[in-house]
């Protein structure tokens, strides 16, 4: 399976983002995938800043601008239905996700950050119980793993359960060097965790790192595109253009005709002989990496700032009580300091101040008592 970031590179334009749809599908793609913003699932107002070729702008308010109303997703929905491509989508809080589920996607995608998104991971398992309650099948989920440990991966699977759920291997970072892909992840996760497995890649080349991802067992490639990489959308620097994307949908084909042709083990080393004579035996190995799952350099930095924690929303007073609306699950990102994991939110919900604390700052737990 092959699946189309398209993300927020629509800039909110419904005619841009049919367009996306379009060349997704003439790239190969049997899935396109959106994001469904909303700034404040995401971020604090004074998360800090962000540089693009416009100049200097906070990043909360460019997540601002990047919100569109149920009635576009639920457009874009029918528009890949009609195209018979299926409609991916990831929500960033519960708001987002329950409106994501009352347009019947084909499939929820959780993002690296969202991994430890604790309230939103069991939200979504209530919903896909249900579904089985009622006779249905559980929506398929598929769920990236950069800036992750492996025991980040459990804890969100304990929640989701391993029934129509897919892990792909990633690194967050943009783009991703693939020297640090560390590939045969793709395998091992398979081995350790007993789902699919695949890859979402933010590395440059549109070949190397996802031809190498199916030699190791992957089933699904995620890449982001976008209609040009000189258009300022926030993941355009790393995605690929319509042509490149049907060169990795090509080279993808081969790879599966590949290990049709010779079986598994055989189609996986013809597969990495064929990398090897186009990018060179020493740099394949490199990207195949140990297959141990460890943070890679380029997201080290990344890992407590990126993925969620538990943060304050309003100015509060030593010996304040803490109610749920003071409390955000947010990504930390440029300015702020992180704070405790969001599977202590229940815990905080009620607890009283040892000292006064600013909006913004991370909840730790010498904050309550």
Same mark, same amino acid.
């Given at each position: 399976?092959?699946?189309?970031?398209?993300?927020?590179?629509?800039?909110?334009?419904? $005619?841009?983002?049919?367009?996306?749809?379009?060349?997704?599908?003439?790239?190969?793609?049997? !899935?396109?995938?959106?994001?469904? /913003?909303?700034?404040?699932?995401?971020?604090?107002? $004074?998360?800090?800043? /962000?540089?693009?070729?416009?100049?200097?702008?906070?990043?909360?308010?460019?997540?601002?601008?990047?919100?569109?109303?149920?009635?576009?997703?639920?457009?874009?929905?029918?528009?890949?239905?009609?195209? &018979?491509?299926?409609?991916?989508?990831? =929500?960033?809080?519960?708001?987002?996700?329950?409106? #994501?589920?009352?347009?019947? =996607?084909? !499939? /929820? @995608?959780?993002?690296?950050?969202?991994? &430890?998104?604790?309230?939103?991971?069991? !939200?979504?398992?209530?919903?896909? @119980?249900?579904?089985?309650?009622?006779?249905?099948? !559980?929506?398929?989920?598929?769920?990236? %793993?950069?800036?992750?440990?492996?025991?980040?991966?459990?804890?969100?699977?304990?929640?989701?359960?391993?029934?129509?759920?897919?892990?792909?291997?990633?690194?967050?970072?943009?783009?991703?060097?693939?020297?640090? *892909?560390?590939?045969?992840?793709?395998? &091992?996760?398979?081995?350790?965790?007993?789902?699919?497995?695949?890859?979402?890649?933010?590395?440059?080349?549109?070949?190397?790192?996802?031809?190498?991802?199916?030699?190791?067992?992957?089933?699904? +490639?995620? @890449?982001?595109?976008?209609?040009?990489?000189? +258009?300022?959308?926030?993941?355009?620097?790393?995605?690929?253009? =319509?042509?490149?994307?049907?060169?990795?949908?090509?080279?993808?084909?081969?790879?599966?005709?590949? #290990?049709?042709? *010779?079986? $598994?083990?055989?189609?996986?080393?013809?597969?990495?002989?064929?990398?090897?004579?186009?990018?060179? %035996?020493?740099?394949?190995?490199?990207?195949?990496?140990?297959?141990?799952?460890?943070?890679?350099?380029?997201?080290? &930095?990344?890992?407590?700032? +990126?993925?969620?924690?538990?943060?304050?929303?309003?100015?509060?007073?030593?010996?304040?009580?803490?109610?749920?609306?003071?409390?955000?699950?947010?990504?930390?990102?440029?300015?702020?300091?992180?704070?405790?994991? =969001?599977?202590?939110?229940?815990?905080?919900?009620?607890?009283?101040?040892?000292?006064? /604390?600013?909006?913004?700052?991370?909840?730790?737990?010498?904050?309550?008592?």
């Amino acid at each position: 399976m092959i699946i189309a970031e398209i993300g927020t590179s629509h800039q909110g334009s419904i $005619e841009k983002a049919k367009q996306l749809v379009d060349a997704s599908i003439e790239g190969g793609a049997d !899935a396109v995938k959106f994001q469904w /913003v909303y700034a404040d699932e995401i971020l604090h107002p $004074e998360t800090g800043f /962000v540089n693009l070729p416009t100049g200097k702008i906070s990043l909360y308010q460019r997540f601002k601008e990047l919100e569109c109303p149920l009635e576009f997703y639920s457009e874009l929905r029918n528009y890949a239905a009609s195209k &018979n491509v299926k409609f991916v989508c990831s =929500p960033f809080g519960l708001k987002s996700l329950n409106e #994501l589920l009352s347009i019947n =996607p084909d !499939a /929820v @995608k959780i993002a690296s950050p969202e991994l &430890n998104h604790f309230p939103m991971l069991k !939200a979504l398992s209530e919903f896909r @119980k249900s579904q089985k309650k009622s006779g249905g099948k !559980a929506i398929p989920v598929i769920i990236s %793993s950069g800036v992750s440990l492996l025991g980040d991966i459990e804890k969100a699977l304990s929640i989701l359960g391993k029934e129509n759920v897919t892990l792909l291997h990633c690194i967050t970072s943009y783009p991703a060097p693939e020297e640090e *892909y560390n590939v045969r992840l793709v395998r &091992n996760l398979k081995n350790i965790f007993g789902i699919e497995t695949g890859l979402s890649d933010h590395s440059l080349d549109p070949v190397l790192v996802p031809c190498l991802a199916a030699a190791m067992g992957g089933t699904v +490639t995620e @890449k982001h595109i976008t209609l040009s990489k000189k +258009t300022d959308g926030l993941d355009d620097p790393v995605a690929v253009e =319509p042509e490149q994307f049907y060169m990795m949908s090509h080279a993808l084909n081969q790879c599966a005709a590949a #290990l049709r042709h *010779y079986g $598994e083990e055989k189609g996986a080393q013809e597969i990495i002989r064929q990398m090897s004579e186009q990018f060179g %035996s020493e740099r394949v190995q490199k990207v195949l990496g140990t297959g141990i799952k460890e943070l890679a350099p380029s997201e080290k &930095n990344n890992y407590g700032r +990126t993925n969620r924690s538990l943060h304050f929303m309003n100015d509060l007073k030593k010996g304040a009580r803490i109610e749920e609306s003071d409390i955000g699950i947010l990504r930390t990102e440029k300015i702020l300091t992180p704070g405790i994991s =969001p599977e202590f939110y229940e815990e905080i919900k009620g607890a009283f101040l040892t000292r006064d /604390v600013k909006s913004g700052q991370g909840i730790t737990w010498q904050d309550i008592i």
